[in-house]
């Protein structure tokens, strides 16, 4: 998926987002009391990432926070927007499919049955993904970037960390907003929320809709070029049956299409492979397709959550039944004009349902001045797979055309089903592969805080999970002209079982108040072993599970009258048997997972919210975040990848049986070292109402998307500029916004596809100038 760079945000926005920097300006200055109109970044923000509501700068986790109102300003309206706001968490794309890397944890496996490092939760509930997916966030309360592993709270998988999505709960007031933006390249936006109370004190609901499209940013010069658009809606039900009992029902639906990270400028034409096909002499969003890239997604999520505060515990359950389809998945895979490959998800289904009991101690819990406790259940099923994914190469495509060793290719299929007495596959043959993973797992978890005098609080947690997973249909066919299929393969593979404990340990030092605090850590969280779901030539191979230890030291500070916030982090990261993917021809052109090896990254944080004069010139707002980490593997003897000179696959999974290479001190992939933002905010009291200015930069100075660490196969250094006045006019409610994003029309690799046909470059979003008006009602 082209992941949408929405930076034309608001300094005041951002810097509410930065960690804890927005809940750290609690404290209004005495101005605003009097009347007087102070920037809107002075706000506190509460979360829960422990399960609990807390003010984000008393919790022992290095936090990313963003309310509604900065988030809207920001112009953010996906998950994936948050790249550019929250140093070192970066979002990129692998054949459609979302990547997010969390101070250097992340996978780049990224098919069903390889779960991400970086799970995304909305109101207590694991998203999917697929191909082309579309996480516009609509109307939020809030978003949290949980920075660090999180196996205790959040479960498998969050090694990197999570992002927990919060939306608005049902109140008692009728109350709303509208949102309508336009911009360049056809960009036509709108959201509304609308809160309904429908029995008073009893019963109200929220509804939430919105629709997103516009140009794609992309041409294809002999051919169609998929539409660009998300829409979707969501309505919650909350029912006050008593003062300590509510029950609130939710259900959205949600619809995408895009290039869904499947549209690629061929710049580098293999050169013994990709010899016969034309080069794109320079990426320039320009594509010569014989058939049309992208991926349509289809989504549903229902859940319940019953809240019953009793005396002594309050108990909370959790459950939901969510879909997701790609109806559409289709890519070129040779990225020309010339008819040889196409990839084509005939049947792409996720499918999952999860269930979690939560108690937690409140202030009539015995000894609750002393210990605050949460301890819970959980389980979770889901089903993910291709039913089938066809490979298309097209009649004599490999033998006609002057490709190099296009005859051995052809060979290669030939040999496939050689067991058949099939012959001649090579001069036009359709491969269809299947291959549906069951997973399903259960666990228990509990953390505690005990404070151990007035200036010390020790916290303690762990998860037991018990998880099996089953590779289902696992078969690969060819089919005839006629509609027939011959099976090539057909496995039938043991099941995978696991037991994970998943330890938690925090100290806090609050060495001369409340507002300053001083926290060190070590955390344990693990990725479920798994199955390569695809599989044309070999069986379906384990991989084995992966393990994340984190260890870190932590500052968190309001100073100056609260009128700085300052908080900073050192940590130190061991991740074992690193889950790692790789495509090439010989898998069917989609991943194939690996285990890679082990790896370390040391790295430092920082960022800062700041009023410089709060009384000579309270509007005024400074703020920036950086991170830097330092990254390395410290075993992958079996390295795979593409070699420079020859373009040909090297490794297992390659299409030529050649040696693999070791790694051992390259840069983890799709991991800066350093990335930062800064920017500043100024709110002029102007009237009934308030004039806003703002801009900001965000520098990444690149990484790899590839483990040999080829500056072929990379994206980059460069620097974004961003910027936007408001009026704002409070009787009304009115804010009326004109923005500017990548202002000096910055160009990089937003994703380096690198496949047997060579090196395939998408790039980021151009410069977008456009205006939008918020109305609340």
């Known amino acids: 998926m082209t992941i949408r760079k929405r930076t034309s945000l608001s300094l005041a926005i951002i810097a509410a987002g930065l960690s804890a920097s927005i809940a750290a300006s609690a404290q209004v200055p005495e101005e605003a009391a009097s009347g007087k109109r102070t920037n809107r970044l002075l706000e506190e923000v509460v979360v829960t990432a422990q399960k609990r509501e807390e003010n984000v700068q008393d919790v022992p986790i290095a936090i990313t926070a963003f309310s509604n109102e900065k988030l809207d300003a920001f112009g953010i309206e996906s998950a994936q927007d948050l790249e550019t706001i ?3 968490f970066t979002v990129t794309s692998a ?60 479960g498998r998988n969050a090694t990197g960390g999570a992002i927990n999505i919060v939306t608005p709960e049902p109140g008692e007031e009728f109350l709303g907003d509208l949102k309508l933006e336009f911009a360049d390249y056809g960009e036509r936006n709108a959201q509304i929320y609308v809160n309904v109370p429908l029995v008073e004190n009893k019963l109200a609901a929220t509804f939430t809709a919105f629709t997103n499209e516009r140009d794609n940013y992309y041409t294809n010069d002999v051919g169609e070029v998929i539409d660009v658009y998300a829409r979707g809606g969501r309505l919650k039900l909350r029912w006050d049956i008593t003062d300590d009992l509510a029950i609130i029902l939710a259900g959205s639906k949600q619809e995408a299409a895009n290039n869904g990270g499947l549209a690629f400028e061929l710049t580098r034409p293999a050169p013994v492979l990709g010899a016969a096909l034309p080069k794109d002499p320079k990426a320039d969003r320009h594509v010569s397709f014989d058939s049309m890239a992208g991926a349509e997604t289809e989504s549903e999520l229902y859940s319940v959550t019953i809240d019953w505060r009793l005396s002594g515990v309050d108990v909370k359950f959790i459950g939901s039944d969510q879909e997701l389809s790609a109806p559409f998945v289709r890519a070129d895979f040779d990225k020309s004009a010339l008819p040889i490959i196409n990839i084509e998800s005939i049947v792409q289904l996720a499918l999952q349902k999860t269930a979690e009991l939560q108690f937690l101690s409140n202030a009539e819990t015995p000894f609750s001045e002393y210990f605050e406790w949460v301890a819970g259940l959980y389980y979770i ?24 060793l296009g005859g051995e290719l052809s060979g290669l299929l030939n040999d496939v089903s050689s067991l058949l007495g099939l012959q001649n596959l090579g001069d036009g043959v359709r491969v269809l592969a299947y291959g549906v993973l069951d997973s399903e797992a259960y666990s228990a978890y509990m953390q505690g805080t005990l404070k151990l005098g007035d200036n010390w609080d020790l916290t303690l947690g762990a998860r037991y999970q018990e998880e099996k997973r089953n590779l289902l249909n696992a078969k690969a066919e060819v089919a005839g002209q006629d509609g027939s299929t011959l099976t090539i393969r057909e496995d039938k593979v043991p099941e995978l079982r696991a037991e994970q404990m998943s330890p938690k340990i925090a100290l806090q030092w609050r060495p001369f108040d409340d507002d300053t605090q001083i926290y060190a850590s070590w955390a344990r969280a693990f990725k479920s072993p798994t199955y390569n779901t695809v599989n044309l030539l070999d069986s379906p191979e384990e991989v084995e599970e992966e393990r994340v230890d984190s260890y870190e030291l932590g500052f968190k500070s309001q100073l100056f009258d609260q009128n700085l916030t300052l ?65 390395e593997y410290t075993e992958y003897k079996e390295g795979r990848g593409y ?36 920017g500043l905010n100024q709110s002029i009291p102007l009237g009934d109402g308030a004039l806003e200015f703002g801009a900001d930069l965000y520098y990444n100075d690149g990484f790899y998307f590839l483990p040999q660490n080829s500056d072929l196969y990379a994206r980059e250094s460069y620097t974004l500029y961003n910027a936007r006045v408001s009026y704002i006019y409070d009787p009304w409610g009115v804010r009326l916004t004109v923005f500017g994003e990548n202002i000096t029309d910055t160009e990089y690799n937003e994703v380096v596809f690198v496949d047997d046909f060579g090196r395939n470059q998408s790039l980021n979003s151009p410069k977008v100038v456009g205006a939008r008006v918020n109305w609340e009602f």
């Open 86 to 88: 929250t140093p070192g």
């Open 95 to 154: 054949a459609g499919f979302n990547v997010a890397y969390l101070r250097g944890v992340g996978t780049d496996a990224f098919l069903p049955g390889a779960d991400p490092s970086v799970p995304f939760y909305l109101d207590g509930v694991a998203l999917l993904g697929a191909q082309g997916s579309s996480d516009t966030l609509g109307r939020v309360e809030r978003v949290e970037v949980l920075k660090g592993p999180q196996g205790t709270l959040f």
């Open 381 to 404: 099923e889901s089903s993910g797979g291709f039913d089938p994914i066809a490979f298309d190469v097209l009649p004599s495509a490999l033998t006609s055309l002057p490709i190099p």
């Open 567 to 631: 908080n900073a982090a050192l940590f130190y990261i061991e991740q074992e048997n690193l889950l790692t993917g790789f495509v090439a021809l010989a898998s069917g052109g989609v991943v194939n997972y690996a285990n890679a090896g082990n790896s370390e990254i040391r790295g430092a944080e920082f960022d800062f919210l700041l009023s410089p004069m709060p009384n000579l010139n309270p509007g005024l707002v400074l703020f920036g975040a950086a991170s830097f980490l330092d990254s």
């Open 643 to 678: 070699d420079e000179d020859t373009g040909l696959a090297f490794g297992n999974g390659g299409t030529f049986p050649l040696p693999a290479r070791d790694f051992k001190g390259n840069r983890i992939v799709r991991t800066p070292e350093l990335t930062y933002t800064f």
